[in-house]
């Protein structure tokens, strides 16, 4: 059975950096498009940034151009998103997802890991 885990989350202050990481496992990971996506308490779950099966087209939400890079390695079955310039409003539980190929809807979820960033 496909799962996908994240790690990485922690608390951070204002203008720092963090990695997270989605560790997938199952051969056929190099053959969906992957996403991060995060949910801020008190809101809906909200789209981050999303990356294609090789790594060559991503796609990121405005509120994170700029800062964030999402970018994956086949290799090792990893999908991560690196944060820079973090601010409080970046704080959320960030969730990894697969994108199904034929649907294109994301429909494998990770647990979650949480961000969290002190002004």
């Known amino acids: 059975q496909v799962q996908l885990v994240e790690s990485g989350g922690g608390l951070v202050q204002a203008g720092d950096s963090l990695r997270l990481s989605c560790a997938a496992s199952g051969r056929t990971f190099s053959s969906y498009a992957m996403g991060w996506f995060r949910q801020a308490p008190g809101k809906e779950r909200e789209f981050v940034a999303s990356i294609n099966w090789n790594g060559g087209s991503t796609v990121y939400a405005d509120s994170v151009k700029g800062r964030f890079t999402i970018s994956r390695d086949n290799a090792k079955n990893t999908v991560y998103l690196q944060m820079n310039s973090l601010k409080p409003e970046d704080t959320a539980v960030y969730y990894c997802?697969?994108?199904?190929?034929?649907?294109?809807?994301?429909?494998?979820w990770g647990q979650g890991t949480q961000v969290t960033v002190s002004s």
């Open positions: 997802a697969r994108r199904n190929a034929i649907t294109r809807e994301y429909d494998l």
